[in-house]
C-alpha cells in the first residue's frame, strides 16, 4: 500500500547524483551567503558612514546598497541572458559562486564605502546569474519523475539551511569577539564571519565541477535478458547493439 511518507522517501531514493551534487552546491551557496547577510547590515551600522550626497538628497550607505545591488541584477539581466544561451547553464552557476565569494571577500579586507560598492554590483551580477541559470539547470539534471520532487527538495533545503547560516553566523561572532578580545558588535568580529562565508562559497564551486565530471562519463552499457528487452525501451534509454545505454536524465548533455 502506498502511502504519502513512502511516496515521499521513494522521491529522494529516485534522485541521481547530479541532483545530490547539486543540493549540495546550492546549500553551501545559500547558508554562506545567509552567514554574510545576517551580519552585513550590522557591520555598515557599526561602520558609522556619513550620508551620501546623491541627486540633492542625503541617502544612507545602507539604503544605497541594498539598492545598487538590485539596481546592477536589473541592468545586467538581459546581456547576462545573452551569456547564458551561449555557454550553458554549468558555467553561469560557477560564475555566480565566485561572484559572491568575491563580494564577500572584498568587505572581508577593506570594509569602507568604496568596497561595499564594489561589493554590491558583484551581488547584482551574481544574483542575475543565479536565477537566470538555476531553474534551466535543475530540470536539466531531472527527469519526468523526479524534477518535481527535486525542486522541492531544493526549495526546502535552502530554507533549512539559511537558517543553519544565520545560526552559526551568530555564534561565529560571538566567538570571534572573544578570541580577538573585541566587543560582540565590533567590525572585526563581524569580518570573521565574512571570511568563513567566502571560503564555503568557494567550496560551493566543489559539487558543480563534480556534477560536470559525472556528466562526461561515458554511459554504460548492459545486456539485459531478452524478456525484458522491450520494457527496457522506455524514455531515458535505447538499444545499442542488443543492449541497453543506461543514458540517465539530461543532464548527460549539460556540458
Do not use: K
Not at 566567538?175 to 560582540?184: C, D, K, M, S, Y
Not at 571560503?199 to 558543480?208: Q, W
Amino acid at each position: 500500500m502506498t502511502t504519502p511518507t513512502s511516496t515521499y522517501i521513494a522521491g529522494w531514493r529516485r534522485l541521481g547524483l547530479p541532483a545530490w551534487l547539486y543540493l549540495l552546491h546550492a546549500g553551501l551557496l545559500t547558508s554562506s551567503l545567509a552567514m554574510s547577510y545576517l551580519v552585513f547590515n550590522l557591520a555598515v551600522v557599526a561602520l558609522d558612514a556619513p550620508p551620501i550626497a546623491l541627486l540633492g538628497l542625503e541617502l544612507e550607505l545602507l539604503g544605497i546598497l541594498g539598492s545598487l545591488s538590485i539596481l546592477t541584477a536589473m541592468v545586467a539581466a538581459l546581456p547576462l541572458l545573452w551569456f547564458v544561451t551561449r555557454v550553458g547553464f554549468w558555467w553561469p552557476l560557477v560564475a555566480n559562486a565566485l561572484l559572491q565569494a568575491g563580494s564577500v571577500g572584498v568587505i572581508t579586507l577593506s570594509f569602507t564605502p568604496a568596497a561595499l560598492i564594489c561589493s554590491a554590483i558583484l551581488t547584482g551580477i551574481g544574483g542575475a546569474l543565479f536565477q537566470l541559470s538555476s531553474v534551466p539547470f535543475i530540470s536539466r539534471i531531472s527527469d519526468d519523475t523526479t524534477r518535481d520532487h527535486l525542486f522541492s527538495a531544493n526549495f526546502a533545503a535552502n530554507i533549512a539551511l539559511a537558517g543553519l547560516g544565520s545560526l552559526v553566523a551568530g555564534s561565529v561572532a560571538v566567538g570571534a569577539a572573544r578570541l580577538l578580545a573585541v566587543p560582540p558588535g565590533s567590525l572585526p568580529a563581524y569580518q570573521v564571519v565574512f571570511a568563513v562565508a567566502t571560503v564555503l562559497l568557494l567550496l560551493s564551486v566543489g559539487p558543480l565541477f563534480l556534477l560536470r565530471r559525472v556528466a562526461a562519463t561515458p554511459a554504460r552499457v548492459v545486456a539485459p535478458p531478452a524478456a525484458t528487452v522491450a520494457a527496457a525501451v522506455r524514455p531515458g534509454r535505447y538499444l545499442v547493439g542488443g543492449g541497453v545505454a543506461r543514458t540517465g536524465c539530461p543532464w548527460r548533455r549539460l556540458v
